[in-house]
C-alpha cells in the first residue's frame, strides 16, 4: 500500500487536478450537457486512477483519460438518442434552460456550437481536443490515433473552415 505522501500519490493528485478541468471542458464542448459532461468526466478519471494504483502510470495520463472520455462520450450519445424520442412520446417535459435566462450568452454559445457541428467529425474532434481540452498536438495525435503531423493538418484546417463557418464562408461537405 503507498503512503499519503508517496511521491506516487503526488504524481496521481497532480495529474488528476491538471486534467479534471480540462476533460471537463471538452466533454462539455462535446455534449452541452454540464452533468453528464461531470459524470462521463468522473468515470474517466476514475479510471485513471485504477490504473495508476493497479498497474502504474499509463505513458499518457492525458491520451488515456480522453481516449476513456470519447469511448464513453460516444456511448452517452447513442443512449441519448434512444432515450430521448421515448422522453417526448410520453410528454416529460424538456429540461432545457428558458429562452429568456442567458440569452446574449446563449444566442453566442448556439453560434458557435453550430459551426462546430457543421465541421466534419475528425476536425471537430481535434480542434475541440486542442482547443477546449488544452491538449498539445502530441497529446491529441494519440488520442485521435494519428501522426504527429496529421493532428496539426487536422487542427490547422480545422481552425480555418470554423473561422470561415462564423463568418459564413464555408461550405460543409457532403459526409462529415
Not at 58 to 65: N, T
Request: with cysteine.
Amino acid at each position: 500500500m503507498v503512503r499519503q505522501g508517496s511521491p506516487v500519490i503526488v504524481d496521481l493528485d497532480e495529474a488528476l487536478s491538471q486534467l479534471a478541468p480540462r476533460v471537463l471542458r471538452y466533454l462539455v464542448a462535446r455534449l452541452g450537457d454540464v452533468s453528464l459532461a461531470e459524470e462521463i468526466a468522473q468515470e474517466s478519471l476514475a479510471a485513471l486512477v485504477r490504473c495508476w494504483r493497479n498497474g502504474g502510470a499509463p505513458e499518457s495520463a492525458d491520451a488515456f483519460v480522453f481516449a476513456v472520455a470519447r469511448r464513453r462520450l460516444g456511448r452517452a450519445v447513442w443512449r441519448r438518442r434512444l432515450w430521448v424520442p421515448l422522453e417526448l412520446a410520453s410528454g416529460s417535459p424538456d429540461a432545457g434552460p428558458s429562452p429568456e435566462s442567458h440569452a446574449i450568452a446563449r444566442l453566442e454559445e448556439q453560434r458557435v456550437r453550430a459551426a462546430l457541428a457543421r465541421l466534419p467529425r475528425r476536425d471537430r474532434e481535434a480542434i475541440l481536443l486542442v482547443a477546449v481540452a488544452e491538449m498539445s498536438m502530441a497529446e491529441a495525435a494519440k488520442v485521435l490515433g494519428v501522426s504527429l503531423s496529421a493532428a496539426k493538418m487536422r487542427v490547422h484546417r480545422a481552425r480555418a473552415r470554423l473561422a470561415e463557418l462564423l463568418e459564413g464562408r464555408y461550405d460543409t461537405p457532403a459526409a462529415g
